[in-house]
C-alpha cells in the first residue's frame, strides 16, 4: 500500500508533487470522502449531546493513502475541547484594541488545539455587528468592518502560528441569529465590497486558510453555493487558494454547489458523498471540480502538516497552564470598558466596605451555549473575584433582583454598591434549534426515531430588548437612591441601553462576557490594581429607533451602506456613548496634528500626553472623511488605530499609516477600486465623539 502521509520539511514543490500523487491514486469515492465531514451524529449521540467532546472529523483524510483528516475545534473564546482556557468573548477582545494580545491569544488557541487532536480552527468570525441585537454579536469584534479585520487577521496569524488551519467565518453577511438558516440578504455591489467583504479579504490576505460559507442567502442565493461569492470574488478577485467548507447543519442545500466552489460539507455528507459521486459518473458534475476541490484541500492540509512546529511537543500539560490563564486574565482587564465615572467613584479602597448585589454577580457567565462554548477548569465569579481581592472569602451577595428594596437597605450600610447586571445565554447567543441536528441525530437522551429530542426548547437567538431587564432596572435604581457610590457592571455581548437609569449611579463598567477568570479582572480594575482602558467596539445610541431596522425574524433585509457609528452620524442621532469610547484613572492630551504623503498612502502623526498621576493606555484613533464629489460616503471611517501606554506626565509621538487602497471606493461601473482625488480630511484623537478629535486635510 502506498504511504502518501505527510513528512515534516517536505518543500513546497515536494508538497505539490505529492499532492498530485495522491490524486492519481484516489479512487472518486475516495476524493469525494474527502469532501466531507464523518461521523459528527454519531459522535454527538456518544457524548450526551456535548459540543466539542471528541475532535470532530471535519474533512480530508484517506487511510488507504496515509492521509491525515483535519480535526475541527470551535472557538472564537477557547478551545471547544476538554476543559480549555476560556478568554473572554471576542466582542471584550475587540473593546481591547490590542492585536498584539489578540496574535498572543491565537498562539495559546493553537497549542491547546494541538494539544487535544484538533489541527483545524474555527474561532474567527468577523461579522459585522449591524445591531446590537443581534443574538452571536459576541463572538464577533465589533461595527466597524477595519477594526474587525484588523483583530480576525490578528487571531488568524495567531492560530496559524503553531500549524493550526484557521478558519474565518461566516461569509457572508451573517448578522441576524434566529432566521440565519434562511433569510436573503440583499446588497449591492459597492455597499458589499466597501463593508461587508473587507474584513473577509484582511483575513485572508493575512494568510488564513480556509473560510466557511454562511447559512443565509446573499442576493437571492445560498451563500453555501454562491459562485460570485466562492468562485468570483474570493477565489478570482482575491486570489485565495484555501478551501472553502460549510457551516454545520443546512449549510448546504445542492449537489451543484462543488462547481459554486464550496469544498467541504459539514457536518456529514447530505448532497455530497454519494449524490455527489452519482453527479460525476452521469456527467452533472465534472471530475475536475471533485480534483480541484481536493487538491486546494490536500495542498492547504499538507502545508501545515509538513511545516516544522515551534514547539517540540504539544501536550495535556499544556491546557488552561498557568501562562494561558494568565493571558485570560490580561485580555479580561484590558478589554473593560469604562463608560461613566462621576466624581471619581472609581477606583474603590480595598479597606472600604462594600455590597455586592445582583443575581449575576454568582454566576458563572463567560457567554453563550452555542458552538462556542468553552468548558474551562473553572470560572472565577464578579462575587469571587471581589472577596477574594479584599481578603473576605465570606463575602455574600447582599441582595439581588428579587427584593431591589432588601438589597438597597444592605447597601444603604456600605461605603459603595457594586449591582452585577445584564444577560446570560437564556437572553443572547448562537440561536440553536430544539432538536440541534434537525432531525439526524435523534433523542439523545434515549433510542429515538430520529424525530425532535423532547423536552428540548429552542436556546439563544437574537436579543428582543435593548435594555436591561425590568427587574434589573429597578435594582439599579433602588440601589443608587439608597448609595450614591453606585457602581453598575454590565455584563453582556454587545450593545445595552442605558437611558432608563443612567444618571442614577456613579459609574459604569461594561465587561462584557471576561471568562474564567473574569471575576478577578473585575477586582484589579475596581480597586485600581489596573486602569480601566477598553474602548467600545460599537456604538451605544440612546434610543432604540437610533439603529438601523432590525427583525430577527426576517425573510428578505435590505442592507444599505451605513449602520454603527457612520448610520448614527448621517442620520444627526448623537449616541449616548460613542464608537471608541472608554474612560480611564487618568487623562490623555492631543495636540500637534499633522499628516504627510508616503509612497503608499499617507502617515498620521499626533503627540499624546498623559496629564494625570497614574500610568495608563490609551487607543489613539484615526478617521477619514471623504471629498464626496464623484461618490457619496457619508460619515467618517476609522482607518487607523494604536494602542499605546503612557506613564504619569509622559509624552509619546505616535505614527500612524494609511495605505492609498483603503480610501479608495468601488466603482460599479468599471467593477474596479478607484481613488476620489480631492481634499480628504482626516481626525484623530481618543474616541469617534466629534468633540474629542483633531482635523487636518489632505489632497490625495
Request: aromatic share 8%; glycine share 10%.
Amino acid at each position: 500500500m502506498t504511504d502518501l502521509s505527510p513528512t515534516k520539511g517536505l518543500s513546497s514543490s515536494a508538497i505539490h508533487a505529492r499532492v498530485e500523487d495522491i490524486l492519481a491514486a484516489a479512487t472518486l469515492e475516495e476524493k469525494v470522502a474527502m469532501m466531507s465531514g464523518r461521523g459528527f451524529f454519531e459522535q454527538f449521540r456518544r457524548s450526551g449531546g456535548t459540543w466539542g467532546a471528541e475532535p470532530y472529523r471535519a474533512g480530508g483524510g484517506c487511510e488507504r493513502l496515509g492521509v491525515p483528516a483535519l480535526w475541527f475545534t470551535d472557538g472564537p473564546r477557547g478551545v471547544a475541547r476538554g476543559q480549555s482556557t476560556c478568554f473572554p468573548v471576542s466582542m471584550a477582545r475587540g473593546a481591547s484594541w490590542d492585536l498584539g494580545l489578540e496574535r498572543r491569544i491565537g498562539e495559546a488557541m493553537a497549542i491547546e488545539a494541538r494539544a487535544q487532536g484538533c489541527n483545524f480552527s474555527g474561532a474567527v468570525c468577523v461579522n459585522l455587528l449591524r445591531h446590537p441585537g443581534w443574538g452571536r454579536a459576541q463572538e464577533t469584534y465589533g461595527e466597524d468592518p477595519f477594526h474587525v479585520g484588523e483583530f480576525g487577521a490578528a487571531l488568524a496569524e495567531g492560530l496559524q502560528g503553531h500549524n493550526v488551519i484557521a478558519t474565518v467565518k461566516h461569509l457572508a453577511a451573517n448578522s441576524i441569529e434566529n432566521s440565519r438558516f434562511t433569510v436573503d440578504v440583499r446588497i449591492d455591489p459597492r455597499t458589499l465590497r466597501e463593508v461587508y467583504l473587507p474584513q473577509f479579504r484582511r483575513v485572508i490576505e493575512a494568510g488564513c486558510a480556509s473560510v466557511m460559507s454562511a447559512y443565509n442567502r446573499l442576493n437571492g442565493e445560498y451563500c453555501g453555493q454562491h459562485t460570485e461569492l466562492l468562485t468570483d470574488i474570493l477565489r478570482h478577485e482575491w486570489g485565495f487558494e484555501g478551501f472553502v467548507h460549510s457551516d454545520w447543519v443546512l449549510g448546504v442545500h445542492a449537489t451543484f454547489a462543488a462547481r459554486a466552489g464550496l469544498d467541504i460539507e459539514n457536518p456529514e455528507p447530505v448532497h455530497f458523498g454519494e449524490k455527489l459521486v452519482q453527479a460525476v459518473q452521469d456527467g452533472q458534475v465534472a471530475t475536475e471540480v471533485v480534483d480541484t476541490a481536493c487538491r486546494r484541500i490536500l495542498r492547504t492540509l499538507y502545508r501545515f502538516a509538513c511545516a516544522e512546529d515551534p514547539l517540540p511537543a504539544y501536550g495535556p500539560e499544556q491546557v488552561a497552564c498557568a501562562v494561558h490563564v494568565a493571558l485570560a486574565r490580561e485580555a479580561a482587564e484590558k478589554s473593560a470598558v469604562l463608560l461613566r465615572n462621576e466624581k471619581n467613584t472609581l477606583p474603590l479602597s480595598k479597606q472600604s466596605h462594600v455590597a455586592v448585589l445582583g443575581r449575576l454577580a454568582t454566576l458563572e457567565n463567560t457567554g453563550d451555549g452555542g458552538s462556542s462554548r468553552v468548558n474551562a477548569p473553572w470560572v472565577v465569579t464578579p462575587l469571587a473575584g471581589i472577596a477574594e481581592a479584599l481578603g473576605q472569602p465570606a463575602l455574600a451577595l447582599a441582595g439581588d433582583e428579587e427584593d431591589p428594596e432588601a438589597a438597597a437597605a444592605a447597601a444603604a450600610w456600605a461605603d459603595a454598591a457594586i449591582v452585577v447586571v445584564g444577560y446570560t445565554a437564556a437572553e443572547e447567543g448562537e440561536y440553536i434549534p430544539g432538536d440541534i441536528a434537525l432531525g439526524e441525530a435523534g433523542d439523545l437522551s434515549q433510542d429515538g426515531d430520529g424525530s425532535e429530542p423532547a423536552g428540548q426548547a429552542p436556546r439563544g437567538g437574537d436579543r428582543s430588548c435593548l435594555e436591561l431587564p425590568a427587574p434589573q432596572q429597578a435594582l439599579i435604581k433602588a440601589v443608587a437612591r439608597a448609595n450614591p457610590r453606585t457602581v453598575v457592571v454590565l455584563v453582556a455581548g454587545s450593545a445595552v441601553l442605558v437611558e432608563g437609569w443612567l444618571a442614577d449611579t456613579g459609574a459604569v463598567l461594561q465587561t462584557f462576557y471576561a471568562g474564567m477568570e473574569g471575576g478577578r479582572a473585575l477586582a484589579s480594575l475596581l480597586f485600581g490594581d489596573v486602569s480601566p482602558s477598553g474602548k467600545l467596539p460599537f456604538s451605544v445610541a440612546r434610543d432604540p429607533g437610533d439603529y438601523p431596522f432590525f427583525d430577527p425574524y426576517a425573510e428578505r433585509i435590505d442592507y444599505g451602506p451605513l449602520h454603527g457609528y457612520r448610520w448614527l452620524e448621517a442620520q444627526g442621532k448623537a449616541p449616548r456613548f460613542a464608537f471608541g469610547h472608554g474612560l480611564s484613572y487618568t487623562r490623555f492630551n492631543y495636540r500637534a496634528f499633522r499628516l504627510r504623503r508616503t509612497a503608499t498612502g499617507l502617515q498620521a502623526e499626533v503627540s499624546v500626553q498623559n496629564t494625570g498621576t497614574v500610568s495608563g493606555e490609551e487607543v489613539v484613533q484615526l478617521y477619514a472623511r471623504f471629498p464626496g464629489l464623484v461618490v457619496d460616503r457619508k460619515g467618517k471611517q476609522l482607518k487607523a488605530f494604536k494602542r499605546i501606554t503612557l506613564g504619569p506626565g509622559e509624552v509619546r509621538v505616535v505614527r500612524l499609516e494609511v495605505s492609498e487602497q483603503s480610501l479608495r471606493y468601488w466603482d460599479m461601473q468599471s467593477r474596479c477600486w478607484r481613488l476620489e482625488p480631492g481634499e480628504h480630511s482626516f481626525c484623530i484623537g481618543g474616541s469617534s465623539a466629534e468633540e474629542t478629535l483633531l482635523t487636518a486635510s489632505i489632497d490625495l
